[in-house]
């Protein structure tokens, strides 16, 4: 894609478009520690749905593995839960590193995501031993994650909230995201934006 030339800043989204995601690896990991897949299926108004409730900060990743072991009825050492939750982050293509790099010194980039602190903790992991970048905080003027905010996308909320923390015009402003219901919310407010295929290359021009 072409940014067009009114763009000057450009959200992204993480699992997907800036990360490689594989949510299906955390199902098998947890599948062989004998979780029931039913498990992945809940939904927002089931209660308690420890997932949402951890992507929105509202309890801590303690709570979230204790959750994660009273599921399970028996018991299992943290270490072993916490990577098979991390199995999903994959990996960052180098390319996508050296765009972000080069973007940074054009437009105004920040980091919109659905996630939890493990997984950023996974994330800035692998950034500091593969790419020597200390976290993502980096690549971006400004990050924003559903669990230090307590809002999720497709909230209209939280785009309106980064909008507005952020000082940004929409007209102004390009999305990028792999979630159709995230893309179609992020255009009601006014922004461009780019549906990316999931884990696919990220190609933009300028």
């Excluded at 699992?15 to 955390?26: H, S």
């Excluded at 230090?148 to 497709?154: D, F």
């Excluded at 309106?160 to 015009?169: A, D, G, H, R, Y």
Aim: some cysteine; aromatic content about 10%.
């Amino acid at each position: 894609m072409k940014i067009p030339n009114k763009i000057k800043n450009i959200i992204f989204d993480l699992g997907g478009v800036i990360m490689d995601l594989d949510i299906e690896k955390t199902r098998d990991a947890f599948s062989h520690m004998g979780f029931d897949e039913s498990m992945f299926h809940l939904h927002e108004t089931e209660d308690p749905n420890i997932f949402l409730q951890l992507e929105r900060g509202i309890i801590t990743e303690n709570n979230f593995f204790s959750a994660l072991q009273h599921l399970l009825e028996k018991p299992l050492p943290l270490s072993r839960l916490k990577t098979a939750w991390n199995e999903m982050i994959v990996d960052f293509q180098p390319q996508k590193i050296r765009l972000l790099q080069e973007l940074k010194k054009q437009y105004r980039t920040f980091l919109v995501s659905n996630t939890n602190i493990t997984h950023i903790e996974r994330c800035n992991e692998i950034l500091l031993r593969k790419y020597h970048i200390s976290s993502l905080n980096d690549l971006f003027e400004k990050t924003y994650y559903s669990y230090k905010t307590g809002l999720r996308k497709p909230e209209l909320t939280f785009f309106e909230f980064v909008i507005k923390q952020s000082s940004l015009n929409p007209s102004e402003t390009l999305f990028i995201d792999d979630s159709q219901e995230n893309v179609a919310t992020a255009r009601r407010t006014g922004m461009t934006v780019l549906l990316h295929p999931r884990n696919a290359p990220l190609v933009l021009e300028w």
